[in-house]
Protein backbone atom coordinates (compact mmCIF):
# COMPACT_ATOMS: atom_id res chain seq x y z
CA UNK A 1 0.00 0.00 0.00
CA UNK A 2 1.24 3.09 -1.00
CA UNK A 3 1.65 5.99 1.85
CA UNK A 4 -0.33 8.35 0.00
CA UNK A 5 -2.94 7.66 -2.53
CA UNK A 6 -4.85 9.90 -5.09
CA UNK A 7 -6.80 9.17 -8.34
CA UNK A 8 -4.63 9.95 -11.03
CA UNK A 9 -7.58 11.13 -13.09
CA UNK A 10 -7.87 13.11 -14.95
CA UNK A 11 -11.02 14.90 -13.88
CA UNK A 12 -12.54 17.33 -15.66
CA UNK A 13 -15.40 19.07 -14.59
CA UNK A 14 -17.28 22.14 -16.25
CA UNK A 15 -16.39 26.21 -15.51
CA UNK A 16 -18.66 27.10 -12.26
CA UNK A 17 -18.90 23.11 -10.79
CA UNK A 18 -17.40 21.85 -7.65
CA UNK A 19 -14.15 20.00 -8.10
CA UNK A 20 -13.56 17.02 -5.30
CA UNK A 21 -10.25 15.81 -5.04
CA UNK A 22 -9.38 12.97 -2.74
CA UNK A 23 -6.61 11.54 -1.03
CA UNK A 24 -6.13 8.78 1.61
CA UNK A 25 -2.78 7.91 3.57
CA UNK A 26 -1.77 4.96 5.19
CA UNK A 27 -0.27 6.32 8.63
CA UNK A 28 -2.28 6.94 11.85
CA UNK A 29 -0.07 8.95 13.08
CA UNK A 30 0.18 11.81 10.27
CA UNK A 31 -0.70 15.48 11.91
CA UNK A 32 -0.19 17.83 8.94
CA UNK A 33 -1.32 17.83 5.38
CA UNK A 34 -1.13 19.61 2.45
CA UNK A 35 -2.38 20.18 -0.96
CA UNK A 36 -0.07 21.92 -3.78
CA UNK A 37 -0.97 23.03 -7.04
CA UNK A 38 0.94 22.41 -9.91
CA UNK A 39 0.80 23.95 -13.72
CA UNK A 40 2.79 22.05 -16.22
CA UNK A 41 6.12 23.00 -16.26
CA UNK A 42 5.93 24.73 -12.69
CA UNK A 43 6.90 23.94 -9.62
CA UNK A 44 4.50 22.95 -6.51
CA UNK A 45 2.92 25.61 -5.10
CA UNK A 46 1.16 25.30 -1.92
CA UNK A 47 -2.49 26.01 -1.85
CA UNK A 48 -3.89 24.59 1.84
CA UNK A 49 -2.58 23.07 4.97
CA UNK A 50 -4.79 21.68 7.50
CA UNK A 51 -4.02 19.83 11.04
CA UNK A 52 -7.22 19.32 12.43
CA UNK A 53 -9.86 16.81 11.57
CA UNK A 54 -13.02 19.17 9.73
CA UNK A 55 -13.60 21.48 7.29
CA UNK A 56 -10.51 24.62 6.52
CA UNK A 57 -12.27 27.20 3.89
CA UNK A 58 -9.64 29.77 2.15
CA UNK A 59 -11.70 31.66 -0.82
CA UNK A 60 -13.08 29.01 -3.33
CA UNK A 61 -10.61 25.87 -1.50
CA UNK A 62 -12.05 23.86 0.98
CA UNK A 63 -9.83 21.05 2.53
CA UNK A 64 -11.51 18.32 4.59
CA UNK A 65 -9.83 16.13 6.98
CA UNK A 66 -11.01 12.51 8.45
CA UNK A 67 -8.24 11.17 10.47
CA UNK A 68 -10.59 8.35 11.51
CA UNK A 69 -11.19 7.65 8.27
CA UNK A 70 -7.64 8.55 7.09
CA UNK A 71 -8.67 10.62 4.27
CA UNK A 72 -8.43 13.99 3.43
CA UNK A 73 -9.95 15.84 0.49
CA UNK A 74 -9.26 19.59 -1.52
CA UNK A 75 -12.86 20.82 -2.91
CA UNK A 76 -12.67 23.70 -5.17
CA UNK A 77 -15.72 25.97 -5.26
CA UNK A 78 -16.67 27.41 -8.63
CA UNK A 79 -13.47 26.45 -11.07
CA UNK A 80 -11.91 28.21 -13.20
CA UNK A 81 -10.03 27.19 -16.13
CA UNK A 82 -7.17 28.67 -14.81
CA UNK A 83 -7.54 26.06 -11.51
CA UNK A 84 -6.97 23.13 -13.99
CA UNK A 85 -3.44 21.74 -12.70
CA UNK A 86 -1.77 18.57 -11.08
CA UNK A 87 -3.01 18.64 -7.50
CA UNK A 88 -0.54 16.94 -5.26
CA UNK A 89 -1.49 15.70 -1.38
CA UNK A 90 1.03 15.70 0.73
CA UNK A 91 1.40 14.03 4.01
CA UNK A 92 4.09 14.77 6.70
CA UNK A 93 4.99 11.03 8.04
CA UNK A 94 8.55 11.04 9.13
CA UNK A 95 9.17 13.32 6.60
CA UNK A 96 7.17 15.01 3.63
CA UNK A 97 5.40 11.91 1.28
CA UNK A 98 3.62 13.28 -2.00
CA UNK A 99 0.37 11.36 -3.84
CA UNK A 100 1.22 11.10 -7.76
CA UNK A 101 -1.41 13.77 -8.36
CA UNK A 102 -4.59 14.50 -9.98
CA UNK A 103 -4.98 16.46 -13.08
CA UNK A 104 -7.87 18.48 -13.21
CA UNK A 105 -8.97 20.29 -15.99
CA UNK A 106 -12.05 23.09 -15.90
CA UNK A 107 -13.35 23.40 -19.39
CA UNK A 108 -15.09 26.96 -20.24
CA UNK B 1 10.80 38.83 -0.28
CA UNK B 2 12.40 36.49 -2.56
CA UNK B 3 11.70 32.63 -2.85
CA UNK B 4 13.84 29.65 -3.77
CA UNK B 5 16.30 30.30 -5.93
CA UNK B 6 17.76 27.63 -8.06
CA UNK B 7 20.12 27.24 -10.80
CA UNK B 8 20.65 26.16 -13.42
CA UNK B 9 17.00 26.14 -14.74
CA UNK B 10 18.22 23.65 -17.75
CA UNK B 11 21.39 21.41 -17.70
CA UNK B 12 21.65 19.56 -20.72
CA UNK B 13 24.59 17.38 -20.39
CA UNK B 14 26.53 13.95 -21.99
CA UNK B 15 26.32 10.86 -19.84
CA UNK B 16 29.48 10.24 -17.56
CA UNK B 17 29.85 14.25 -16.72
CA UNK B 18 29.67 15.69 -13.64
CA UNK B 19 26.73 17.77 -12.53
CA UNK B 20 26.20 20.67 -9.84
CA UNK B 21 22.98 21.74 -8.90
CA UNK B 22 22.54 24.99 -6.43
CA UNK B 23 20.01 26.21 -4.16
CA UNK B 24 19.09 29.19 -2.00
CA UNK B 25 16.26 28.63 0.45
CA UNK B 26 14.59 31.48 1.54
CA UNK B 27 15.96 33.43 4.34
CA UNK B 28 14.95 32.29 7.97
CA UNK B 29 13.80 28.36 6.77
CA UNK B 30 15.82 25.91 9.05
CA UNK B 31 14.83 23.21 6.73
CA UNK B 32 15.85 22.21 2.99
CA UNK B 33 15.03 19.43 0.61
CA UNK B 34 16.06 18.10 -2.44
CA UNK B 35 12.99 16.31 -5.06
CA UNK B 36 12.94 14.67 -7.97
CA UNK B 37 10.24 14.52 -10.10
CA UNK B 38 9.31 12.07 -13.08
CA UNK B 39 6.13 10.98 -14.94
CA UNK B 40 7.16 7.72 -13.56
CA UNK B 41 7.40 7.92 -10.39
CA UNK B 42 6.37 11.64 -9.63
CA UNK B 43 7.97 13.64 -6.59
CA UNK B 44 10.58 11.90 -4.99
CA UNK B 45 12.54 12.91 -1.64
CA UNK B 46 16.06 13.01 -1.78
CA UNK B 47 17.62 14.13 1.22
CA UNK B 48 16.65 16.98 3.52
CA UNK B 49 18.58 19.24 5.53
CA UNK B 50 17.78 20.79 9.01
CA UNK B 51 20.11 23.97 10.38
CA UNK B 52 23.21 22.40 7.49
CA UNK B 53 22.94 18.74 8.55
CA UNK B 54 21.84 16.12 6.25
CA UNK B 55 19.29 14.51 8.95
CA UNK B 56 17.64 11.84 5.84
CA UNK B 57 19.66 10.83 2.78
CA UNK B 58 17.48 7.49 2.47
CA UNK B 59 16.26 8.19 -0.68
CA UNK B 60 19.24 9.70 -2.35
CA UNK B 61 19.41 6.43 -5.11
CA UNK B 62 22.92 5.53 -5.08
CA UNK B 63 26.30 6.57 -4.55
CA UNK B 64 26.83 8.77 -7.57
CA UNK B 65 24.71 11.47 -6.04
CA UNK B 66 25.95 13.55 -3.44
CA UNK B 67 24.75 16.91 -1.79
CA UNK B 68 25.92 19.78 0.68
CA UNK B 69 24.50 22.31 2.44
CA UNK B 70 27.93 24.33 3.60
CA UNK B 71 25.97 27.59 4.93
CA UNK B 72 22.12 28.35 6.06
CA UNK B 73 21.77 30.22 2.71
CA UNK B 74 23.58 27.74 -0.32
CA UNK B 75 23.14 23.62 -0.77
CA UNK B 76 24.20 21.95 -3.69
CA UNK B 77 23.64 18.33 -5.39
CA UNK B 78 26.06 16.62 -7.16
CA UNK B 79 25.85 13.46 -10.05
CA UNK B 80 29.24 12.27 -10.86
CA UNK B 81 28.98 10.81 -13.14
CA UNK B 82 25.37 11.56 -14.72
CA UNK B 83 23.29 8.45 -16.55
CA UNK B 84 20.73 8.87 -18.87
CA UNK B 85 18.09 7.47 -16.24
CA UNK B 86 18.90 10.94 -13.88
CA UNK B 87 17.15 13.22 -16.66
CA UNK B 88 14.40 14.55 -14.47
CA UNK B 89 13.34 17.78 -12.64
CA UNK B 90 14.79 18.60 -9.71
CA UNK B 91 13.36 21.03 -7.17
CA UNK B 92 14.92 22.56 -3.62
CA UNK B 93 12.44 23.23 -0.89
CA UNK B 94 12.36 25.33 2.03
CA UNK B 95 10.77 25.37 5.24
CA UNK B 96 10.26 26.47 8.71
CA UNK B 97 9.14 23.77 11.14
CA UNK B 98 7.83 22.96 14.25
CA UNK B 99 6.88 19.99 15.55
CA UNK B 100 3.44 19.89 13.31
CA UNK B 101 3.65 22.74 10.54
CA UNK B 102 5.79 21.71 7.50
CA UNK B 103 4.63 23.74 5.07
CA UNK B 104 7.22 23.48 2.30
CA UNK B 105 8.17 26.53 -0.28
CA UNK B 106 9.56 25.06 -3.41
CA UNK B 107 12.05 26.53 -6.12
CA UNK B 108 11.66 26.82 -10.05
CA UNK B 109 13.11 23.66 -10.19
CA UNK B 110 16.24 22.62 -12.24
CA UNK B 111 15.16 20.35 -15.68
CA UNK B 112 18.21 17.95 -15.96
CA UNK B 113 18.45 16.17 -19.30
CA UNK B 114 21.30 13.76 -19.76
CA UNK B 115 22.44 12.38 -23.20
Known amino acids: QKEVEQNSGPLSVPEGAIASLNCTYS??????FFWYRQYSGKSPELIMS????GDKEDGRFTAQLNKASQYVSLLIRDSQPSDSATYLC????????FGAGTRLTVKP | DAGVIQSPRHEVTEMGQEVTLRCKPISGHDYLFWYRQTMMRGLELLIYFNNNVPIDDSGMPEDRFSAKMPNASFSTLKIQPSEPRDSAVYFCASSTDTSVRYEQYFGPGTRLTVT
Open chain 1, 27 to 32: DRGSQS
Open chain 1, 50 to 53: IYSN
Open chain 1, 90 to 97: AVKINDMR
